[in-house]
């Protein structure tokens, strides 16, 4: 399967990515752009996105990426660095980048800013690669 294939296999059974309005931007090997407006339900307490949004946005990045190989691969670390707050209204780009790839594990980056470059979030995760392959 192709790494478009893969990522619409995954995506249309992922209602929570769905519910975040996350949309495709670019998939290749190893690799995964995902693009969201932040909405008033995403806002915590202090009037700015819930970190968890930056989170979630990166990881599925990230599982886009590490799937993209053809063989299923889950997460078995994951951590992030919030640099910038977020406000309802600002677009998110979320590019996931593959460091390593191995027979068993690989490695990714992913960096999230908003539409004018500027980061607000550093993801970094280590994936398991399984034997079964995507058809």
């Known amino acids: 399967m192709t790494p478009l294939e893969i990522f619409h296999k995954m995506f249309d059974n992922d209602p929570f990515s769905q519910w975040m ?11 995964c752009s995902l693009r969201m ?11 700015v996105a819930h970190g968890g949004i930056t989170f ?3 990881d599925s990045a990230f599982a886009f990426a590490c799937n993209s190989h053809g063989r299923h691969a889950v997460s078995i670390h994951c951590s992030i660095e919030h640099a910038a707050p977020i406000r ?11 460091e390593q790839l191995g027979n068993s594990i690989s490695n990714y980056a992913i960096r999230v800013e908003k539409a004018d470059g500027s980061a607000v979030a550093f993801f ?8 079964r392959n995507w058809e």
């Open 37 to 47: 407006v932040v909405r008033k339900e995403m806002l915590n307490g202090f009037g």
């Open 56 to 58: 979630s946005l990166a």
């Open 21 to 31: 309005g996350m949309e495709l931007l670019d998939i290749g090997p190893g690799t």
């Open 124 to 131: 970094r995760g280590v994936a398991y690669r399984k034997q």
């Open 88 to 98: 309802e209204g600002d677009v998110l780009l979320a590019q996931a980048v593959e």
